[in-house]
Nanobody, 118 residues
Framework: QVQLVESGGGLVQPGGSLRLSCATS????????MGWYRQAPGKQRELVAS???????NYADSVKGRFTISRDNARATAYLQMNSLNPEDTAVYYC????????????WGQGTQVTVSS
């Protein structure tokens, strides 16, 4: 059974930091592109960042220079370090695992709430 479990969300003041984790099980983690998406109330889900390897990452323009995505293949876990948070970053953050190796597969976590407010 595939599981993606996010953690690390919460309430933080503007300018603060949070680190999200996505612990996976039931997948061959290294063959998956890991992504973080977010969805704010009334808005579509959007890609925040994705990682294939440490040298192959992708970021939304709105988070470049503030967020860092990483992965630990030995722990089958992906991370999103979020710095200089602002209220526009408030959303539910979802972890995604995607691969086209063999056949296309997509898995999602349940989401973790991030609220940036003073």
């Amino acid at each position: 059974q595939v599981q993606l479990v996010e953690s690390g969300g919460g309430l933080v003041q503007p300018g603060g930091s949070l680190r999200l984790s996505c612990a996976t099980s039931g997948i061959i983690f290294p063959i998956y592109t890991m992504g973080w998406y977010r969805q704010a109330p009334g808005k579509q889900r959007e890609l925040v960042a994705s990682i294939i390897s440490a040298s192959n990452t992708n970021y939304a323009d709105s988070v470049k220079g503030r967020f860092t995505i990483s992965r630990d293949n030995a722990r089958a876990t992906a991370y999103l370090q979020m710095n200089s948070l602002n209220p526009e970053d408030t959303a539910v953050y979802y972890c995604n695992a995607h691969t086209t190796f063999g056949r296309a597969r997509d898995y999602w976590g349940q989401g973790t709430q991030v609220t940036v407010s003073s």
